[in-house]
Structure formats: structure tokens, C-alpha cells
């Protein structure tokens, strides 16, 4: 960033040197042109016969009296040309430095650098597979983790990156997200968002029930008792304690809420599985 404002002022004051300059390989021309026909028109008189030295005198007086008020008069605009020029130089400087930086900072609306980068990066690892975003995951993190921090306030968007990670089972980077929402939106969680955060801190986990797996699920549940993943995953939690009967009943509440047939089937089969197993 220090490297682009130092390159734009540079831009800038070049660009002032160049159309401020006042040096003119021509700029006492008028001067001495006047000074030659002065000369000259002096000798022209002194040649003159006739006339008395003192009405040569007077004539040489008048004719030099011209001429200083042709060069002051040329001066005088000199000074307004060099005024004007400096002030349009200035000016376009400035827009130039303006338009330079404001490609960075935005502050137009235009969108900023980084902000683009950050969209060709993010775009590139979405769209990429699945060897593709292991090769490039340290770049994602740093740029992702710098996006959070950047846009604490746009719950919205970092909920669409994050869901995006956890569909392309990218749940350590995607809890990043989802973690960040639940710190500073977390009255504005749904359950199902909820339930999708310990989702992605499950998977991430290892696939185990921590403590911290736990208190998020008894937290969706509370904010949604409806919601067909938690149940489900409450019923892998009873699961693992060997309590089969705790597991049936999560997963048949869990069930009536899928709206996915096919996942209803396979879920409706694991209890039929279960209820054999319980009844052998």
C-alpha cells in the first residue's frame, strides 16, 4: 500500500512539472525584437535630414515609450499564461492522484484493488478442485481470514462464504466463517444456521462430540427443536453412548422434518437397522 501512494505522488508531481513548466526557449524573443527595431528605427532617424536634433530626440522618446508599454503588456500576460497554466497543472495532478488512489481505497465506489485480488482468489479456489484448493489453501486462508476481519458488519456475505466451504467440505475454513458469526451475530443465528455451525465444528473435529460440538447442538435445538439436522446429529450423539433408544427417537423426530426423500429414505432405513439390532 506504502509502495502505491509513493508511486501515485510521483505520478502527480511529474505530471505538475511538466504542464506547470514556465521555460520557454523563446521567451525574451519579444524582448530583444523590440530592442533591434528600436536600434534600428534610431539610426533611421539620426539619418533623416531636415529635422532638428531635438525633434529627433522627441521622435527616438515616443518610439521607445511604445515599445516599453508593448513589452509590459506582453509581460503582463506572461504572468496570467504562467497562472493559468499552473493552476490547470495542479488540478490535473491532483485528479490523477485522486483517480490513482481511489482505485485502492474506493472511496468512489469504484471497488477497490484488493478487493479484486481477494474475488479472483476466492473465485479461483471455489471454482477449483479438490487438488487445486489443497495446493492453494495457506493463499485462501490468509486472504479469507483478512475478508472476515475487514467485514465484521456484512453478516450476510461471510454467511454465503461460509456455507460455500462447508458444501465443498472445507469445514476447517469454513468454521472460521461460521465462527465469526456466531461472536458478533449471534442473536441473528437461526437455528438452522446454528445447526449447520456445529455441523461444520463436528466434521472438522474429527467426527467426535466434544464438549464444544455438544453445547452448540443444545443450543440449535433450543433456538429450532424442529431442525432435521440436529436431531440427527443429537441421534449419532446417543449413538455413540449406546443409548439406541434416545437414537431412535431423534432420528424419527428427524425424519418427519426432511423434505429430501431420498435422504428420508436413508435415514428411515439407519432406524429400521437400529430397531432390528435393539429387538435381537
Known sequence: MLLLILISLLIAIVTYLIFSSTKDENINDRHKENLILFDSESEVINTLEG????????????????????????????????????????????IGLFFILSIYFHPSGLGSY?????AKVFESFFNGNKTYRVENTELFAKKFIDYIDLNLDKGNEIYV????????????????????LFTHHREDLSGDMLAEFTQVVYFSSGRKFTEQVKELL????????????????????YLGEKNLDQTIIQWTKAASFISNV???????????????RKNQ
Open 114 to 118: 484488493p478487493e479484486l485480488q481477494n
Open 262 to 276: 431420498q435422504e428420508k429414505e436413508e435415514l428411515e432405513v439407519a432406524i429400521e437397522a437400529l430397531n432390528y
Open 218 to 237: 443444545n443450543f440449535s435445538l433450543l433456538k429450532n427443536p424442529e431442525n432435521p439436522v440436529a436431531l440427527t446429529m443429537k441421534g449419532l450423539q
Open 161 to 180: 462464504l461460509a456455507k460455500k466451504l462447508k458444501n465443498l467440505e472445507e469445514f476447517g475454513l469454513s468454521e472460521l466463517a461460521y465462527r465469526s
Open 51 to 94: 529635422l532638428e536634433l531635438q525633434t529627433k530626440n522627441k521622435l527616438k522618446e515616443e518610439r521607445e515609450l511604445l515599445l516599453f508599454q508593448d513589452s509590459s503588456k506582453d509581460s503582463i500576460n506572461r504572468v496570467g499564461t504562467t497562472g493559468r497554466k499552473k493552476f490547470f497543472s495542479f488540478t490535473l495532478s491532483f
